[in-house]
């Protein structure tokens, strides 16, 4: 028989009692799984299935831990869904294993480089871009429009830029510009202009009455000397209100003036070679489900290994989507005090929910649900494996720059707009997105590697997905497989040799500041 119309569950753990549909469509009531059990329910694709016979209370457990407890008795062979479960509480931060777990010690992974744009600062980037910084929301409709006459006028002279894009967001007016919490949008915004992939050109545009005004957002020494003839860091910046401007155009043409000297500087930049220790990897999951545990999550944390082994910098993120599993993480730090920065963001957010009088089980989507995850607990499971085994050496407050490389846990929200938008901030040049519902999310300021959890998704959206980790379920495919095969990918995409999907359709999601201060 064809391997599709087999019945086929998956378990994560030998002590799970539970098990997920792996067949497209699901299973009807009345199959009979492998090991002789009948299905009492139609069981949707991705949705558990219980093994035994689960008494009211009872815990079910998937990746070897309780992620629910039984509302009422259910027998083996049962749909197992969100409303059948109550959800464990959370993990206290206190008595935590405390750095306990030394992983194995890998090999080094040598010999592997990439094609990269080498940048004054010792950063590399894998795009050469001219980006647009704004200091507020007001001055974004004159910026889009100057960037477009750019990309149409002034572009094509260039042809060693890759793009120009303008960093807009809703930030710089309007809000408690010094009120606790406010460090966090200003000092993304200043690090996502010095992301590696924009070869260290700051250009500001101004309107000029904003609470954000350029000298805070990038203060003298923040960015690097351009101009090796200034004795200082001067801060381009084109500001709207100048009395010098005389009408709309005249806003434009000195966006276009400014722009067409940091063009000139970018084109003269070349590729060179680079080790793969000069990747800088943010790792992110939207549209989960339940195979995003089982096929493409794991897959990228053989990846990540990968990765550490060769020297590269890794980031995962996602506070509520790892809070769960926060025992794990602070076992695997690389020294009690990685651990205690790593409880200090999980209290910092916890408290930052408990202001809006909401928890952790908001995270959970409708489609999240709908394809088999219950609740945040088993989607947590699912999403820490993006991390790999590594130790954890590092840990980032939102907004914060990396400066160091390995395995780093990067606080960031679950939301993937503000998530991609921190790890840019954190000097990204590379990101890595897995999905299992499927979303057309990309990044104008860096290549998205998409990767699809089931053969389904992948098939329909075989031009928007990147890699299909569906094989693993399929049985075609190991989880080391796929992770190679990323890995590759990877040096393909960052050398230019090979453009994403986002990048070939130009799908780009806009950037999103984290602002947890008040807005006025």
Same mark, same amino acid.
């Given at each position: ?15 799970? $009692? @539970? ?8 299973? /009807? ?5 492998? $090991? ?53 509480? &959370? ?7 405390? =750095? ?46 100057? #960037? ?30 010094? &009120? ?23 250009? @500001? ?8 005004? /350029? ?21 381009? @910046? ?65 990846? !990540? ?14 506070? !509520? ?8 993480? !602070? ?9 205690? &920065? ?20 908001? $995270?959970?989507?409708?489609? $999240? ?7 945040? @607990? ?12 590594? &130790? ?32 840019? =901030? ?25 990767? =699809? ?28 497989? #796929? ?10 995409? =960052? ?26």
């Amino acid at each position: 028989m064809p391997t599709q119309t087999l019945p086929l569950t998956i378990s994560m753990h030998p002590s799970d $009692n @539970v098990a997920i549909v792996a067949n497209d469509g699901g299973l /009807p009531a009345g199959t009979v799984l492998s $090991n002789g059990l009948v299905l009492k329910d139609k069981v949707p694709q991705g949705h558990k299935v219980a093994l035994v016979d689960l008494a009211m209370d009872a815990p079910v457990l998937r990746y070897g831990i309780p992620i629910g407890y039984a509302l009422k008795d259910i027998p083996a062979g049962s749909w197992v869904h969100e409303r059948l479960l109550t959800m464990p509480d &959370a993990r206290e931060l206190d008595n935590l294993p405390i =750095a306990t777990v030394k992983p194995a010690v890998q090999p080094p992974l040598e010999g592997y480089t990439f094609e990269g744009y080498r940048n004054a600062d010792g950063s590399v980037g894998t795009r050469n871009i001219l980006a647009i910084t704004q200091t507020v929301q007001c001055v974004a409709a004159v910026t889009d429009f100057a #960037v477009q006459r750019i990309k149409v006028e002034l572009l094509p002279k260039f042809p060693n830029v890759d793009d120009v894009v303008a960093l807009e967001h809703s930030y710089g007016c309007g809000v408690a510009i010094d &009120a606790p919490g406010a460090e966090i949008p200003i000092r993304t915004l200043r690090n996502i202009s010095l992301n590696p992939n924009f070869g260290g050109e700051v250009m @500001v545009v101004s309107l000029g009455c904003e609470k954000l005004q /350029p000298e805070r957002l990038m203060p003298p020494g923040s960015f690097a000397i351009v101009d090796e003839r200034q004795a200082e860091s001067v801060l381009d @910046v084109v500001c709207l209100q100048d009395d010098a401007h005389v009408g709309f155009m005249s806003m434009v043409d000195a966006i276009m003036r400014q722009a067409e000297t940091h063009l000139q500087r970018l084109n003269v930049r070349q590729r060179e070679t680079v080790p793969a220790s000069e990747l800088v990897v943010g790792v992110q999951c939207g549209g989960s489900d339940a195979f995003s545990g089982v096929t493409a999550n794991p897959a990228v944390g053989y990846c !990540t290994d990968l990765l550490v082994r060769a020297g590269a910098s890794v980031m995962f993120s996602e506070t !509520t989507e790892v809070r769960d599993g926060i025992d794990q993480l !602070t076992a695997r730090a690389s020294t009690p005090e990685v651990a205690e &920065a790593m409880i200090r963001e999980m209290a910092w957010y916890d408290a930052y929910l408990q202001r809006g009088k909401v928890d952790r089980s908001a $995270n959970t989507t409708p489609g $999240n649900k709908k394809g088999g995850l219950s609740n945040i @607990v088993e989607k947590a499971m699912g999403s820490i494996v993006k991390s790999g085994s590594a &130790a954890i050496t590092g840990v980032l407050a939102p907004g914060e720059k990396l400066k160091q490389k390995g395995l780093t846990y990067a606080a960031t929200p679950a939301s993937d707009f503000i998530c991609g938008t921190l790890q840019l =901030a954190a000097g990204m040049n590379l990101h890595v997105f897995t999905t299992g519902r499927g979303t057309p999310y990309g990044l104008a300021e860096c290549p998205v590697i998409k990767v =699809a959890t089931r053969t389904d998704l992948a098939r329909r959206w075989h031009d928007l997905m990147d890699i299909n980790a569906g094989t693993i379920a399929d049985g075609s495919k190991t989880i080391e497989d #796929v992770g190679w095969e990323m890995f590759h990918l990877m040096l393909e995409v =960052a050398s230019g040799r090979k453009k994403t999907w986002a990048e070939h359709w130009k799908l780009h999601n806009a950037l999103v500041l984290f602002n947890p201060a008040p807005v006025t």
